[in-house]
């Protein structure tokens, strides 16, 4: 099987969504009246600006005409960005309860598997990759577990440390809905973004992708390894 777009070890997003669709599609009324208010700013997510928004932010001397120079501006540069995410993981966990049966947030841990040497992964190694604390993994491999979608096991190497390995079952699992998922992000939604926009959101996507991991990793150093 092939690793999906969406579960690579650091999650991007965006990285499958090279698969414009060869025809239009109308999109699913569940997201028609929302991706309207997106498309006009009337989302029902977009908060009222707080007073202050004209406050001044510290600037850069590199006379960029394009850098935001209050925190409204900023707000509204990165609030899409938010609602984005938000939206895109909702409908996610909607067809994903649907189609599988399983919370989306259990369903990346199979999908993690599914793309892994062995369909092998070691706890923390899971537990980093998805932002999981060690109790939301352990509820998560318990209830996959129950279901007989994965099995909890001893590594080879010396010492206490575990590791998830994926069932015939839970593959079966993966291989059926990952191809679901392809076809939601291509025709709803990437729908209406031509090849070339669809390459700049990948590139864009992947640079916030290494601001988040370069500042996850910053914290993590900062309070120190945890224990195992």
Not at 93 to 101: F, L, N, P, V
Not at 132 to 140: E, I, W
Not at 195 to 211: D, S, W
């Amino acid at each position: 099987m092939a690793k999906n777009w969406v579960y690579q070890e650091y999650l991007s997003p965006f990285a499958a969504a090279a698969i414009p669709s060869s025809t239009s599609r109308p999109t699913p009324s569940g997201l028609s009246s929302r991706a309207t208010r997106m498309a006009s700013g009337t989302s029902d997510l977009v908060s009222p600006q707080p007073g202050g928004q004209h406050r001044l932010l510290p600037s850069a001397e590199s006379g960029d005409a394009a850098t935001p120079r209050t925190a409204g501006e900023q707000r509204e540069n990165w609030q899409p960005l938010v609602i984005l995410a938000h939206l895109v993981e909702a409908e996610l966990e909607r067809k994903t309860q649907c189609d599988a049966g399983i919370a989306h947030s259990h369903f990346k841990i199979l999908a993690l598997l599914a793309g892994a040497d062995r369909h092998t992964m070691g706890l923390t190694r899971l537990g980093r990759a998805l932002r999981f604390h060690k109790s939301r993994l352990s509820h998560a491999l318990r209830s996959l577990e129950a279901a007989g979608l994965l099995r909890r096991e001893d590594t080879p190497e010396k010492g206490r440390a575990y590791q998830a390995v994926l069932t015939r079952r839970g593959l079966d699992l993966v291989e059926r809905v990952l191809p679901l998922q392809d076809v939601f992000a291509r025709d709803v939604v990437l729908s209406g973004l031509t090849a070339t926009e669809i390459a700049q959101l990948r590139t864009l996507a992947e640079k916030i992708i290494v601001n988040l991991d370069a500042d996850r990793s910053g914290q993590v150093l900062r309070r120190g390894p945890a224990s195992s």
